[in-house]
Nanobody, 127 residues
Framework: QVQLVESGGGLVQAGGSLRLSCAAS????????MGWFRQAPGKEREFVAA????????IYADSVKGRFTISRDNAKNTVYLQMNSLKPEDTAVYYC????????????????????WGQGIQVTVSL
């Protein structure tokens, strides 16, 4: 069993920054890729970013590329999402997700490839 706990969300003005953290426990964190997804009211959950087990490979949704950065600290069992130049359309509940398989990150945007999810954390960007 894996537990994921997100923190760092909140209210920020457009153009501002936030850093989300996701602390993991219960499994060998460093063996698995990790991802971030988000869900806005009335919309489906969508992929934001993912990172491979070593932190050397990252992939982003086009909507956040160049503004968001995913990273991880395997010594702390934590994955981060640095969000800069935030826009009102980034408003959503953000979820941390644990990839289903060890090793290679494949089809990172498919929610079916993740088997553990955090409880979600609200990010609100105002004009």
């Amino acid at each position: 069993q894996v537990q994921l706990v997100e923190s760092g969300g909140g209210l920020v003005q457009a153009g501002g920054s936030l850093r989300l953290s996701c602390a993991a426990s219960g499994r060998t964190f460093s063996d698995y890729p990790m991802g971030w997804f988000r869900q806005a009211p009335g919309k489906e959950r969508e992929f934001v970013a993912a990172i491979n087990w070593a932190g050397r490979y990252t992939i982003y949704a086009d909507s956040v590329k160049g503004r968001f950065t995913i990273s991880r600290d395997n010594a702390k069992n934590t994955v981060y999402l640095q969000m800069n130049s935030l826009k009102p359309e980034d408003t959503a509940v953000y979820y941390c997700a644990h990839y289903r398989r060890r090793g290679m990150l494949v089809a990172a945007a498919d929610t079916n490839n993740y088997n553990y999810w955090g409880q979600g954390i609200q990010v609100t960007v105002s004009l």
